[in-house]
C-alpha cells in the first residue's frame, strides 16, 4: 500500500498523473508566448512607423510633384484660352465683374487669373483658382469666393499653401513692403505694391478680418492695410509645419494695363 502510494505522489509531482505540465515547462511556454506576443507588437509598430514616415513623405515632396505639374498644365490651359477668346474691354472701373461681362459664369475652382511675384523670381507663375477649398489649393491659389476680382474695388484676397502642394507662398516671409505681385488676367494685367512686411502680421485663423472688403484691423495699434479702394491680400500657413496661425501681408493696386489683342 505505501509503495503505491509513493508511485502516485511521484507521478503527481512530475505532473504526469494530474494532466498539469512541470513548472519548468510552464515557464518555457510563457517565454515563448510573451516573445510571439513581443514579435508582433514589434511588428505592428514597425509598419506604423514606416507608414507615418510614408504618409510625411508623400505630403512634404510626393504632392510637389503631382501640384507643380497640375499648376503648369493650369497656367498652359489658361492662357490658351486667353488666346482664344475676345477680350472684352469695361468702363474702365472694373465695377460689375472682373472687367465686364463674361463669355460664361465662373465656377468654385476654375482658373481666373495668374501671378507673378518677381521676388519668388522671374519664371514663377501660378495660377489663381476661384475658392478656397483643399483640392482648390493643391492646384495653387485660392480667391476668396466673396472677394473682390482683380481690379475691382475692395480686397482681393488670396490663399495659397507655403509647403506642400507645390509651395506657391513657401517663401512668403522674404516679402518687403515695395515688392510687387502682378495678376494677369484675361483682359488686364494688374500691378499691386505691397504695403506690410508679413513677418509682422500673424493671426488666427478665425481672423477674418483679413479678407474683409474693407479690412481693418481691430488692434489699433497693429498692422493696418493702406488706405486705397482697391487692395490685394496673401495668406499662407505662419509656420513651415501645422499651424492653425496664418501669416498675412497687405497691398495696394499701382497700375492697370488692358492687353490690346486687336
Known amino acids: 500500500m505505501s509503495q503505491d502510494t509513493g508511485a502516485t505522489t511521484t507521478a503527481a509531482s512530475g505532473g504526469e498523473a494530474t494532466g498539469v505540465p512541470p513548472a519548468g515547462r510552464r515557464s518555457r511556454r510563457r517565454k515563448r508566448a510573451g516573445r510571439g ?3 508582433w507588437l514589434g511588428l505592428v509598430l514597425v509598419l506604423a512607423g514606416l507608414g507615418m514616415l510614408g504618409y510625411v513623405g508623400w505630403q512634404m515632396f510626393g504632392t510637389n510633384i503631382v501640384s507643380e505639374r497640375k499648376q503648369q ?3 498652359e490651359a489658361l492662357e490658351r484660352q486667353w488666346a482664344e477668346q475676345p477680350t472684352e474691354i469695361d468702363g474702365g472701373d472694373g ?8 463669355a460664361e459664369p465662373v465656377r468654385l475652382g ?3 487669373a495668374l ?3 518677381p521676388r519668388f523670381g522671374d519664371d514663377y507663375v501660378m495660377p489663381v483658382h476661384e475658392g478656397v477649398a483643399d483640392d482648390v489649393l493643391a492646384r495653387g491659389y485660392g480667391h476668396f469666393e466673396d472677394a473682390a476680382q482683380a481690379g475691382e474695388k475692395g480686397n ?3 490663399a495659397a499653401h507655403r509647403v506642400t502642394h507645390g509651395e506657391p507662398l513657401r517663401d512668403m ?3 518687403r513692403p515695395g515688392d510687387e505681385v502682378i495678376v494677369e488676367t484675361r483682359d488686364a494685367v494688374y500691378t499691386y505694391v505691397l504695403d506690410t512686411d508679413p513677418n509682422d502680421l500673424v493671426v488666427t485663423f478665425e481672423d477674418v478680418w483679413v479678407v474683409a472688403p474693407e479690412p481693418e484691423n481691430p488692434d489699433p495699434d497693429g498692422v493696418q ?3 486705397d479702394p482697391r487692395l490685394i491680400t496673401l495668406t499662407t500657413c505662419a509656420e513651415l509645419f501645422h499651424t492653425d496661425d496664418r501669416m498675412i501681408a497687405f497691398g495696394h493696386l499701382e497700375s492697370k494695363t488692358p492687353k490690346d489683342r486687336a
Open 225 to 227: 492695410p493702406a488706405d
Open 73 to 75: 498644365q493650369a497656367v
Open 37 to 39: 506576443f513581443s514579435f
Open 110 to 112: 476654375d482658373a481666373t
Open 95 to 102: 465695377e460689375g465683374g472682373e472687367d465686364g461681362p463674361r
Open 115 to 117: 501671378i507673378r511675384i
Open 173 to 175: 516671409p522674404k516679402l
Open 156 to 158: 482681393y484676397a488670396l
